[in-house]
């Protein structure tokens, strides 16, 4: 498979917003920044529910040594179809790592009901939905409507775009509140999607139990290494505060 190089994308709000508008998604849903994690009064001023939570690790030592390790003890994933629980795509694409991992939060879940009709994203999701896991990440490699949104999104946010081919040293993940009522960690460089378990119906992605069961492993594993590297961040999928 050819392999084409994009520029990262920043997990900015408007940027991840922007994006997500122009292909389709309801402009009812938007991303925000999520300050903390842990702190309840900062969880509490986000708008819910949350649908997804789209967050940025670094690359280091130890992350990069516990995801090869976890990777290789996951068996094969073959879904496909609509009795999948989250669309999966693999990455095929150098450090388009935001774009997948934008993808995987507005396909999914209840955000995945309010895709306008029509819309590029709508028939981007129809024409993917039914392929197998190979075959989708071709399918999305080759598509010019997502590689000219995500041209224009790269050059958007506070950060000057790095050079192309230039190593962001972050990963993007999506964990998303499956349609089965599981949470799911959805990243690109997984052999599949990781059901990390079942939620409850009052329980959306920013609840207690899915921040222990998500994104909050993470930054224990990385402070429990003592690599000094906790450049992590979060941007949350809910309601528009604006709509």
Partial sequence: MAQKTYIPLENNPEVMTKLAHELGLSSTLAFQDA???TEPDLVAILPRPANALLFIYPCTEHSE???ARVNEAEPDYQGSGPDEPVMFYYQTIHHACGLIGLLHCITNGTAADLIQRDS?????VKEALPLPPTERAQYLHDSDVLEKAHATAAQAGDSTAPPLGEDPGH???AFVKGKDGH???LEGRRKGPVDLGQLGEDED???EKALNMGPL???KREEAAGSGVLRFSCTVLGPSIDA
């Fill in 35 to 37: 300050y903390s994690l």
């Fill in 65 to 67: 040594a516990y995801y």
């Fill in 120 to 124: 590029d994203l709508d028939k981007f």
């Fill in 171 to 173: 990963a993007f993940i």
């Fill in 183 to 185: 949470l799911w960690e």
């Fill in 205 to 207: 992605v920013l609840s």
């Fill in 217 to 219: 492993p993470f930054i």
